[in-house]
């Protein structure tokens, strides 16, 4: 599918290209979000942390959440604007039918392969015992507002999983939000505003008392996240074009943030995770901004249309594909592995924790592989006969 003209722009250097930008960036937070559990788990015997690099060894996983939503705020939202699903009662069951199966196979299929592992006792004593109460929950979405501890997503077998609900309430929320609102720009933006003034109101709080504790439990809740949503429906909504300067600088802006954010989380967390928001959605929203162009990837349908893959960029685009089954299975069967080789917190050196980390990620990498061929994408695509070996999104 390509995307309108009003959103070209021949004097932005992200259109002219050969990727799909919105794949990269969430091949990107996928593969740090990744880095985040793994070398975190595998980092125990170093002495990084005493050293000015320290705060750099391990990436933090929290903002790159935010990148995911923004993302799906801006793309799904993008599909009322450019007419292509109407807000209409059938446009709006033809959105749900499509968003229920692109992301609940995945959604269920993940407790179902935990449950089987467990049961055969391959497991690591680093993750919570297996629930089919709590998991049951999940695979419903359950619950919806708010998050409370007892049955609580993060409290699950796999922890990540929390966001994928939260995307699951988003996109039923959505639809409903842009009928209330007459799709208007300005609307949204008054939330996004709101949004903003009530995180400022938490940052002055916690800055100047210490409390309260951002996470676990004020982290995963929709309100938190949801400035993040919005501000992707206000892109969509606006029509913002590329502005005229080289994509470096978008992304320029979100590596001085991040690494801003490892030295400042190194220093106090909370205080990271009250303030980060106020700075994150800005600079996440230039990002997918510069990032709007005519051109989405195909996605691979079998095993050997993954092999398409060329160059480096290739590769983070196809993680991108891929991200929703990385996202969901990397922590539970990354520390399913590290368990049963026994390597859960002995790299002492950078040479060790890269060639554990990296060989932890090849270790789970075909199962995922599996998972998103024979769950997420046939189930996404069932409808179509013998599929092409490519198929667009």
């Not at 929709?222 to 502005?243: D, E, T, V």
Request: hydrophobic share 55%; aromatic share 12%.
């Amino acid at each position: 599918m390509t995307n309108p003209t009003n959103f070209r722009s021949s004097r932005s250097a992200m259109t002219d290209h050969p990727y799909d930008h919105f794949q990269i960036l969430r091949g990107v937070a996928c593969l740090m979000v990744f880095l985040n559990h793994v070398a975190g788990l595998l980092s125990g015997g170093l002495e990084g942390p005493a050293t000015w690099y320290g705060p750099l060894l391990v990436p933090l996983g929290f903002p790159w959440v935010w990148l995911f939503l923004i993302l799906s705020g801006f793309l799904l939202t993008k599909q009322f604007v450019d007419g292509r699903t109407r807000l209409t009662s059938s446009g709006i069951l033809n959105f749900y039918k499509r968003r229920c199966r692109r992301l609940l196979p995945m959604l269920w299929f993940a407790p179902l392969l935990l449950g089987i592992l467990y049961s055969c006792n391959i497991w690591s004593p680093l993750l919570p015992a297996f629930s089919p109460l709590q998991e049951t929950k999940v695979a419903l979405a359950l619950p919806w507002v708010p998050y409370l501890e007892a049955g609580n997503p993060v409290s699950t077998a796999n922890s990540p999983v929390w966001s994928a609900v939260l995307e699951v309430h988003y996109f039923v929320i959505l639809p409903l939000l842009l009928l209330l609102t007459g799709m208007s720009s300005k609307a949204i933006l008054l939330l996004v505003g709101g949004w903003a003034m009530a995180i400022a109101g938490l940052a002055v709080h916690v800055v100047l008392y210490g409390s309260p504790a951002i996470f676990p439990m004020i982290y995963q809740q929709h309100f938190y996240n949801g400035g993040f949503m919005l501000a992707g429906c206000a892109i969509a909504l606006l029509k913002i074009r590329p502005y005229p300067v080289s994509w470096w600088w978008p992304v320029s802006a979100v590596f001085a943030l991040i690494v801003a954010t490892q030295y400042l989380a190194n220093y106090d967390l909370n205080i990271a995770l009250a303030v980060l928001p106020l700075v994150a959605a800005p600079a996440f929203a230039f990002l997918v901004i510069q990032s709007i162009s005519d051109r989405q990837a195909a996605v691979p349908t079998s095993l050997r249309a993954l092999r398409l893959a060329r160059g480096p960029l290739r590769w983070l685009e196809l993680a991108g594909m891929m991200s929703y089954s990385i996202y969901l299975l990397h922590k539970p069967l990354s520390y399913i592995a590290i368990a049963q080789l026994r390597i859960a917190g002995d790299a002492e050196t950078l040479l060790s924790l890269l060639v554990k980390t990296l060989a932890t990620g090849a270790l789970i990498a075909p199962v995922i592989v599996l998972s998103f061929v024979f769950v997420e994408h046939k189930f996404r695509h069932r409808g179509l006969s013998k599929p092409a070996s490519m198929t667009k999104v």
